[in-house]
């Protein structure tokens, strides 16, 4: 069965300051990965997707993440942090069911603080 | 304005009643999923469909049923049988990405 840890349970870091939330899954075959992110009280938004090529990815807000198929890894960076960051963090990761379609495991999230 | 809409917002259930959440989206996506979130334990899926008029367990269906009679539509009931109730719960919908509604915190009276 498919598994997402996320490591760091909080993370605090100064405005301005560079930012990376890891993340390692657990998947037999091509995982297909993702990062969210939540406000207190809302639902998640997608923040960048990876289904194949680049391992190099590209989201909304000024994050990106890398694919590192030799550490199960699924890392998540920004270079400067801003204090609208602030946020919970989730990374998951994408099976294929039986019969078809998908579902989604996700790691226990980690919760941003940025200091200004 | 596409999107998926929960409601309520805030829930509160009394003992051994059951309560429903509503979930509609108007994206056209054939797949919605339900989740519950605790404080520290991630999501969790409750059940999942993938089409109208079929819908499967996820890993935490015991005291929840579900029905999906259109393809906009996927209620979820939390039944007496749910013992600890007290979680948020989201809606999801999916084409190749899952999209989420802005959920519902449900409370035990």
């Known amino acids: 069965a498919q598994s997402v840890t996320q490591p760091d349970i909080h993370i605090t870091v100064s405005e301005g300051a560079s930012l990376e939330l890891r993340c390692n899954y657990s998947?037999?075959?091509?995982?297909?990965l993702f990062w969210y992110v939540q406000s207190p009280g809302q639902g998640l938004q997608l923040l960048l997707k990876?289904?194949?090529?680049?391992?190099l990815v590209q989201g909304i807000k000024g994050f990106e993440a890398e694919f590192t198929r030799s550490q199960s890894s699924f890392n998540l960076r920004k270079p400067s942090v801003h204090w609208s960051d602030a946020a919970e963090y989730f990374c998951?990761?994408?099976?294929?069911?039986?019969?078809?379609?998908?579902?989604?495991?996700f790691g226990t999230g980690t919760q941003l603080k940025v200091e200004l | 304005d596409g999107g998926i809409t929960q409601s309520p917002k805030y829930l509160f259930r009394k003992e051994g009643q059951n309560v429903t959440l509503s979930c509609e989206q108007n994206?056209?996506?054939?797949?919605m999923y339900w989740y519950r979130q605790d404080p520290g334990q991630g999501l969790r899926l409750i059940y999942y469909?993938?089409?109208?008029?079929?819908?499967q367990k996820g890993d935490i269906a015991e005291g929840y049923s579900v029905s999906r009679e259109k393809k906009e539509s996927f209620p979820l009931t939390v039944t007496s049988a749910q013992k600890n109730p007290t979680a948020f719960y989201l809606c999801?919908?999916?084409?190749?990405?899952?999209?989420f509604g802005a959920g519902t915190r449900l409370s035990v009276l």
């Open positions: 999801a919908s999916r084409d190749r990405v899952q999209y």
């Open positions: 998947y037999g075959a091509t995982p297909y």
């Open positions: 990876y289904f194949s090529g680049d391992t």
């Open positions: 998951a990761v994408g099976a294929i069911l039986t019969g078809g379609g998908n579902k989604l495991t």
């Open positions: 994206l056209n996506h054939d797949a």
């Open positions: 469909s993938q089409i109208v008029n079929d819908f």
